[in-house]
């Protein structure tokens, strides 16, 4: 059980256009997801937090018009790249927990990452 | 707010030889978890082991043990009787029970030598 889902696992885009990536709980509801954005060699940056059927909360510099992040249901959010940009490039990886409320560990549970390339 | 530090960006062991991964965390919370989370080169996060701040004993999985140190505020990862797909950057993470978002370290890449 819990798995997370990611798509496209790769695109290639041009530069002006913009790219939304899918993360979906194949087999349990996420109150809560996570998108990360990562360079080679280096460690997850946590982007944004987002909770079903509100807004998302964007970490300190990440662009939330560029980053538009949706989450609808309990098992589905997606990250839009609007008017990608050869900077944007990266490694992009999105988490989710289930409902929390019990005292157990906050689990994240991570999808397999889409690898975004802007030409 | 929490910080993870790895001090070791790279590290090399030889098949069947044990390897320590050092942690440090600072955290003013008092209910708090540590990970430690495993990317190999397909770059999929695996959870590797997890330790409740409130429990006093180590955890432990197979082969992968932790030696949590709360006072010092460490947190280091043993891996036993390494096997070449043991090779993967490894994270040290943590998250406080009033928030969901984990704080990771910067990594340390593990290469396990035949």
């Given at each position: 059980?819990?798995?997370?889902?990611?798509?496209?696992?790769?695109?290639?885009?041009?530069?002006?256009?913009?790219?939304?990536?899918?993360?979906?709980?194949?087999?349990?509801?996420?109150?809560?997801?996570?998108?990360?954005?990562?360079?080679?060699?280096?460690?997850?940056?946590?982007?944004?937090?987002?909770?079903?059927?509100?807004?998302?909360?964007?970490?300190?510099?990440?662009?939330?018009?560029?980053?538009?992040?949706?989450?609808?249901?309990?098992?589905?959010?997606?990250?839009?790249?609007?008017?990608?940009?050869?900077?944007?490039?990266?490694?992009?990886?999105?988490?989710?927990?289930?409902g929390g409320g019990e005292r157990s560990y906050n689990e994240q549970f991570f999808g397999p990452g889409t690898r975004l390339t802007v030409l | 707010a929490q910080t993870v530090t790895q001090s070791q960006p790279e590290m090399s062991v030889q098949e069947a030889e044990t390897v320590t991964l050092s942690c440090t965390y600072d955290t003013s919370e008092s209910n708090y978890y540590l990970f430690w989370y495993k990317q190999p080169p397909?770059?999929?996060m695996i959870l590797v082991i997890r330790q409740e701040a409130y429990k006093q004993q180590n955890a432990t999985e197979n082969r992968?043990?932790?030696?949590?140190?709360?006072?010092?505020?460490?947190?280091?990862?043993?891996?036993?009787?390494?096997?070449?797909?043991?090779?993967?950057?490894?994270?040290?993470?943590s998250v406080s029970g009033s928030a969901r978002q984990l704080t990771f370290g910067s990594g340390t890449q593990l290469t396990v030598l035949p």
């Open positions: 059980g819990a798995v997370v889902s990611q798509h496209p696992s790769w695109v290639i885009c041009k530069s002006g256009t913009s790219v939304k990536i899918e993360c979906r709980s194949l087999d349990f509801q996420a109150t809560t997801m996570f998108w990360y954005r990562q360079f080679p060699k280096q460690s997850l940056m946590l982007m944004a937090t987002s909770n079903e059927g509100s807004k998302a909360t964007y970490e300190q510099g990440v662009e939330k018009d560029k980053f538009l992040i949706n989450h609808a249901s309990l098992t589905l959010s997606t990250l839009t790249v609007t008017s990608a940009h050869p900077e944007d490039s990266s490694f992009y990886i999105c988490s989710a927990t289930r | 397909s770059r999929q992968f043990s932790v030696n949590f140190q709360k006072a010092a505020k460490s947190f280091s990862l043993k891996i036993s009787d390494s096997q070449l797909g043991d090779t993967a950057m490894y994270f040290c993470a």
